[in-house]
């Protein structure tokens, strides 16, 4: 648990220090796409390094190197497509760069990827952009959805309003605090030197990046 806040922590200082929002990851749900402000590869990722798409153009809006879209499918999330930007060369006069799909290379000859490596909260904004941030994932929408993934089987969504959804964190931080994940995660940032205020500003907004489930109905 540690691990995955610090590693959120790195992204949030890497994304404030370059303030350039990002190209999102893409969801097919009820068979509409979504973008989403989740990055369900990375877990798959920190454990298998030598995996990550290589020979990206690599950039402040697209820290990662790659885009992924995923699909809700017979009640499982599923892997549909790993895609990098690349510069076309045959042009001598424009390089210009373009996407190709890398799926292959990191899967190797499977069709069906089961993202069985995710226990976690998933969003989905969509609707009206109603506050534009040029940072990471910080936009507000007008709706979002939140899927419930356990090791790659859907478990269930809730819809809310932006108004809800801001509601749906601050309940979701209040039950994380009654957790002893919560307690020691906070003593352990704290012997790192950040401050208290600091340490509970963060968990809030990122509530649902390191939270594995729905803790209020």
């Not at 995923?70 to 042009?91: A, H, R």
């Not at 959804?165 to 931080?173: A, H, L, N, V």
């Given at each position: 648990m540690k691990f995955l806040i610090t590693t959120a922590l790195a992204i949030l200082l890497c994304f404030t220090a370059f303030a350039t929002a990002q190209y999102?990851?893409?969801?097919?749900?009820?068979?509409?796409?979504?973008?989403?402000?989740?990055?369900p590869l990375e877990t798959y990722f920190e454990k298998f390094p030598d995996k990550r798409p290589k020979g990206s153009i690599m950039s402040t809006a697209l820290w990662r190197g790659?885009?992924?879209?995923?699909?809700?499918?017979?009640?499982?999330?599923?892997?549909?497509?790993?895609?990098?930007?690349?510069?076309?060369?045959?042009?001598?006069?424009?390089?210009?760069?373009?996407?190709?799909s890398v799926m292959n290379e990191v899967f190797p000859d499977q069709k069906i990827v089961k993202v069985d490596w995710l226990t976690g909260l998933i969003v989905?904004?969509?609707?009206?952009?109603?506050?534009?941030?040029?940072m990471g994932y910080g936009s507000t929408y007008e709706?979002?959805?939140?899927?419930?993934?356990n090791k790659g089987e859907f478990i269930k969504?809730?819809?809310?309003?932006?108004?809800?959804?801001?509601?749906?964190?601050?309940?979701?931080?209040?039950?994380?605090?009654?957790?002893?994940?919560?307690?020691?995660i906070k003593t352990d940032l704290k012997k790192d030197g950040t401050t208290e205020e600091f340490i509970d500003n963060?968990?809030?907004?990122?509530?649902?990046?390191?939270?594995?489930?729905?803790?209020?109905?």
């Open positions: 999102p990851d893409k969801i097919i749900y009820n068979g509409k796409e979504y973008k989403l402000h989740s990055n790659y885009v992924a879209t995923f699909e809700i499918k017979d009640s499982q999330l599923l892997l549909k497509d790993i895609q990098i930007q690349y510069w076309d060369t045959t042009n001598r006069e424009n390089h210009d760069n373009k996407w190709k989905l904004p969509h609707g009206k952009l109603i506050n534009y941030v040029h709706n979002y959805f939140l899927l419930e993934i969504a809730k819809r809310f309003n932006y108004k809800e959804y801001e509601k749906f964190k601050d309940k979701q931080f209040l039950a994380y605090k009654q957790t002893d994940d919560y307690k020691k963060f968990l809030r907004n990122f509530i649902t990046q390191y939270t594995t489930k729905l803790l209020t109905n």
